[in-house]
């Protein structure tokens, strides 16, 4: 065989076990202001809607433990498949993807078919703690938009608000990702808001006891017991930590306190293996402020290897996966 189909049957399996090859300034020559529109609309969502942002930054998560940050998880049901938004974890709760879309809508107008929405997720979420006043860095752009979206998938892998330490701490090893990386990644809960619904077990029934869950403390258990009473509705949101419009280390100092919302939350600090990180990360800002730029890097690393696209709109599929195997 020639020197280039060895060469082109070895970029093929790249591509094929790999994914896509991600870099910093991917879109420098096809568009060159996407880092900057992107930022732009996430500040206009910001000034509609503070919270918006946290919103979006959460999609990150959502996205990349479902088979990759591929934006899997903004594609709309249809009649042949049913998708993320339904979810165990994302049915009446992940909210703001129309921050998504208007994002999309302003980059396609700018270079249309080129920047993909799993990017969009990726830009949109580092800017969502660059605004915040938390760190800002670099990120790695090339991905693909997924083809296919499956709320199985979902279900099987996003951890419940009721996860303990040990649980977390093994699911996110599943991704490589460290005890470290797990506990400053929670960090994320320094901005944004959780449902009654997420709780309600910890405030009335902790592990089936009947009773409250005894690491809250007692003011801050009062204060969520109005916030959240028995029968109420359970819609109603509280803040994940003391300051839920900065992105800072309160929310590392809550949980020392015994002022963390969710159950996953506290338990990183009553827990032994993840305590030590909660204390660090609540003396030192700095110290997580690293970690967790490291930890986003590395969760926006993380890939399928399946066949991709861009899509045009983030809610829809250009191509249907039949659509590709008869391409074939
Ligand atoms: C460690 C395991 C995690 C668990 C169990 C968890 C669970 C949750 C839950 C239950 C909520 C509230 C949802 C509701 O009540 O409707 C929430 C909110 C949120 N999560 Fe997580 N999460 C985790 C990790 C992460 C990570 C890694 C990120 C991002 C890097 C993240 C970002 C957020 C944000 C920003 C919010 C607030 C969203 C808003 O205000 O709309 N979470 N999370
Ligand atoms: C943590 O959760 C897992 C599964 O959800 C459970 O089997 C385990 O007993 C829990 N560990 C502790 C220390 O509560
Ligand atoms: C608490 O949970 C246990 C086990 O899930 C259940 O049997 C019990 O009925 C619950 N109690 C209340 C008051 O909801
Ligand atoms: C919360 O609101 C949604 C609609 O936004 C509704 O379908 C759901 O039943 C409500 N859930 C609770 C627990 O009240």
């Not at 090859?21 to 096809?30: G, M, Q, V, W």
């Not at 996407?34 to 959460?58: F, H």
């Not at 992940?94 to 270079?111: F, G, M, P, T, W």
């Not at 890939?303 to 191509?319: H, K, L, P, T, Y």
């Amino acid at each position: 065989m020639s020197l280039l189909l060895h060469l082109i049957l070895y970029l093929l399996l790249l591509t094929v076990v790999i994914g896509d090859i991600l870099r910093p300034r991917f879109y420098s020559e096809t568009c060159p202001d996407a880092e900057s529109i992107v930022r732009r609309e996430m500040k206009k969502a910001m000034i509609k809607e503070a919270r918006s942002v946290a919103s979006v930054m959460r999609f990150q998560f959502h996205d990349c433990f479902v088979n990759g940050c591929d934006a899997s998880l903004l594609l709309d049901d249809t009649p042949n498949m049913i998708g993320e938004k339904l979810s165990l974890s994302n049915i009446d709760s992940l909210r703001s993807y129309e921050v998504v879309d208007d994002i999309k809508e302003a980059l396609e107008k700018a270079c249309p078919a080129t920047v993909s929405c799993a990017d969009i997720i990726i830009m949109a979420s580092r800017d969502a703690v660059a605004l915040t006043g938390g760190p800002d860095w670099e990120v790695t752009l090339g991905r693909k938009d997924s083809l296919t979206a499956s709320q199985q998938d979902s279900d099987d892998v996003m951890p419940s608000p009721r996860a303990n330490a040990t649980y977390l701490i093994d699911l996110f090893k599943r991704f490589d990702l460290s005890v470290k990386d797990m506990v400053a990644l929670s960090g994320s809960h320094s901005i944004g808001q959780g449902r009654c619904f997420s709780i309600m077990f910890r405030l009335y029934n902790q592990s089936g006891s009947g009773k409250p869950d005894p690491a809250l403390e007692p003011d801050y258990k009062n204060k969520l017991n109005k916030l959240c009473p028995l029968g109420g509705d359970e819609n109603v949101t509280g803040d994940l930590d003391a300051t839920p419009l900065v992105f800072d280390n309160q929310y590392f100092k809550d949980l020392v306190s015994g002022r963390g919302f969710l159950n996953s939350d506290q338990t990183l600090y009553t827990t032994q293996e993840t305590r030590e990180y909660v204390k660090l990360f609540s003396e030192d800002q700095d110290e997580f402020f690293k970690a967790f730029e490291e930890g986003m890097v590395k969760m926006g690393d993380l890939q399928s290897g399946r066949d991709g696209e861009i899509r045009f709109n983030c809610r829809v599929a250009n191509r249907r996966p039949i659509d590709v195997l008869l391409e074939s």
